[in-house]
């Protein structure tokens, strides 16, 4: 009887422990799976973009520059710190200043596992210089005359004068970066390409055109695997659709993208922070924000000099920077801020003031008519249209406030969206009386954006028109090729005034880069280029 029982009793335990370690055993493997679904999480950051990456050919204009930023490399870098190498290990300038010798890093491969090396080098240069209109806004695409290799990790850059913006202009985000010469199409790339290997840290390895791009760590970086494994750029309309995208965990991260605009307003992004998953990481400022006008239009009341500081004197900045852009950005009062190079210059403040702007146009010929709302002069009313991008909820409310205000001032504004390749297009042909607009950066400016000043491409229709364009132009060609640093200064504070006094660029505020990012992620700093985000630096914790 005893030994009945023993027996069942044993075989109740043994059924009993059989039953919890299959539990504890699927137990481990929810848990497995849970870790190893973390891990793939942390292992990937998906960024919202408004826009698709486009062509990713590094020497022409249409791609997505903090994708190519992820692809491609320069011979030298920007940093806050100034020039460092990146593809170049070092060099060394003739005592003329018309030859750039560089010593290439060895062991480094494009993504194809092409040899990077001067005949390298020599071609993607050669490949960009064969396109020449296409880049002329670059002053320094104008001054190079050969590229000739030295040895197989040398190669020399001649110029044929001096031109000291050389290496800030070699260090930007196109074209002077290199893709492997296997992509080239008919041995250059102004035809297209027919692949996209840079030596950067991360390669393309998908893309869905309007939907997503999928980017994979380059495990032969030459500067080491990155941390993250996989980015992909999501293609996604901003405001509403980002942030419920970011709450489902459909993407986990946004920033600012090469339109200056973000994904989500401010009142998302605190909501996302205060859920405790997000945090938001913002640069210093960066460029500044601007309307830009058509001086050359002659048919257009823009064209006078008195109606573009009119406008100038009839926005708020304060109520723009506090209230729309809730303080994530500063008042600009001219072109660029005094931090940039040369910059720090005394020019004329145009505060908020619209009886001041209202006496312009008085005194310049605008009337208004008894129970009219719009000034007239020689029949003609006071009308013009401003473009903003129709992908940045920002820009929108900036552009009806500004209406607004200038309605006060007897000004009819008509304010239209667009794509940003739209307004891009309408800021090249000349077809705009206004639109918005920002400068290059901190690594670019003021060079950059005031070389654009005499470029069809970008701002030549803004600064045609002015009273002082050959002597705004002239000085432009002298401060590029200029050697003296006091000669600089003075021949920049001249422009600086020049089209401060004109009024063509009507500064709003000082821009910064936003990013809203898991909370667990590190690393997360910023380029002096603002366009490109190191995502190799980051890493989750």
Known sequence: MFSKRFKLVALVFLVLSILVACSSNSANSDNQKKEDNDSKQK??????????????????????????GMVYESLVENTKDGIKPLLAESWEVSGDGKV?????????????????????????IEAVQNNAEKHAWIKLSTKIESVNVVDEYTVELVLSETYYPTLVELSMTRPYVFISPKDFINGGTKDGVNGFNGTGPYTLTEHK????????????????????????????PTGETTFLALKKGEVNFAFTDDRGADSL????????????????????????????????????PVSETAVREAIWYSIDRETITKDILNGTETIAHTLFSPNVNYADVDLKKRGYDIEK?????????????????????????????????????????????????????????????EESTSIAN?????????LFNQTWGLAYDPQSTIAAFTS????????????????LYKKIEQVMVSTDEQTRKSLYADILTIVHDEAVFIPISNGSVTVVAPKNLNGISFKQTQFELPFELMNFK
Do not use: C
């Open 43 to 68: 292992a990937e950051i998906v960024y919202a973009s408004a826009k698709d990456i486009n062509d990713m050919n590094p020497h022409l204009y249409t791609g997505s520059m903090p994708a190519q």
């Open 100 to 124: 750039y010798t560089f010593h290439l890093r060895k062991n480094v491969k494009f993504h194809d596992g092409e040899p990077f090396n001067a005949e390298a080098v020599k071609n993607n």
């Open 209 to 236: 055109t309007d939907k997503y791009a999928t980017f994979q760590a380059n495990k032969d970086y030459w500067g080491g695997t990155p941390k993250i494994e996989k980015i992909t750029s999501k293609v996604l």
């Open 265 to 300: 307003d401010i009142e998302a992004m605190n909501q996302l922070v205060d859920s405790g998953d997000y945090q938001l990481v913002r640069s210093e400022p960066m460029n500044t924000k601007m309307i830009v006008a058509n001086s050359s239009k002659t048919d257009n």
């Open 357 to 417: 702007a209202r006496g312009i146009l008085e005194e310049a010929g605008w009337v208004l008519a008894n129970g009219d709302n719009v000034r007239t002069k020689d029949g003609k009313k006071l009308a013009m249209k401003l473009y903003y991008d129709s992908n940045s909820s920002s820009q929108k409310t900036q552009a009806e406030f500004i209406q607004a205000s200038l309605k006060e001032i007897g000004i009819e504004l008509e304010i239209i969206g």
């Open 426 to 434: 309408r800021r090249s042909t000349g077809d705009y009386d206004l």
């Open 456 to 471: 069809e491409a970008s701002y030549k229709h803004t600064t045609s028109g002015i009273d002082k364009a050959d002597e």
